[in-house]
């Protein structure tokens, strides 16, 4: 099983979609078109006092805000905890002094190379946010127990959110 061709469609500023023949285990050949990303990194932060801070951000893709974990792409040479600590800088203004491995997930593992690794951030030092001119982000602050009826109620439907939150409450 192997990558026979690789052809670049599309190449852009967050992903490249290529079209690919692998040898498939029968020894076929399929193509496949395949988005092509430099993966992520999440994190679940914990305040001092045991609460979440999730983020409610509009997202385009889906045309409405999402509640979600911060998160962000990896950078060329960047590591995920160091993306990690960036993004939660950027996003909601603080710094994490410690952040512990939730281990990683494939976003979609049927057309796109994503992986995105999550952490828990705690011992979060206030500093100052930094958003893009496109994001659109909001803090939320709530318990563990909110987070998990929010997904059973379908308000957090953010796949690396869902898994972050119950991969923290089986902790």
């Known amino acids: 099983m192997s990558k026979i061709t690789e052809e670049i469609i599309y190449q852009g500023r967050i992903l490249d979609l290529v079209s690919e023949v692998h040898l498939m285990p029968n020894n076929s050949e399929s193509r496949f078109e395949i988005i092509k ?6 994190a679940l932060p914990i305040l001092a006092d045991g ?4 983020i409610r951000q509009y997202r385009p893709a889906v045309e409405d805000y999402v509640y979600e974990i911060p998160a962000g792409r990896l950078e060329i040479g960047e590591t995920p905890s160091d993306c990690i600590a960036r993004e ?28 995105i690794f999550i952490f828990i951030a705690t011992e979060l030092e206030q500093t100052q946010t930094a958003l893009e001119p496109d ?9 563990l127990d909110k987070a998990l009826e929010m997904i059973s109620a379908g308000t957090i439907t953010d796949a690396k959110t869902q898994l972050a939150l119950m991969r923290y409450a089986l902790k």
Not at 37 to 42: D, I, L, N, Q, V
Not at 51 to 54: F, I
Not at 135 to 143: A, D, G, Q, S
């Open 37 to 42: 990303h430099p993966g992520g990194a999440a």
């Open 51 to 54: 609460r979440l801070l999730l």
């Open 88 to 115: 939660l800088e950027e996003e909601i203004g603080y710094r994490p002094k410690k952040l512990e491995s939730l281990g990683y997930v494939y976003s979609s593992v049927g057309f796109c190379t994503e992986k």
């Open 135 to 143: 994001e659109f982000i909001e803090p939320w602050i709530v318990t």
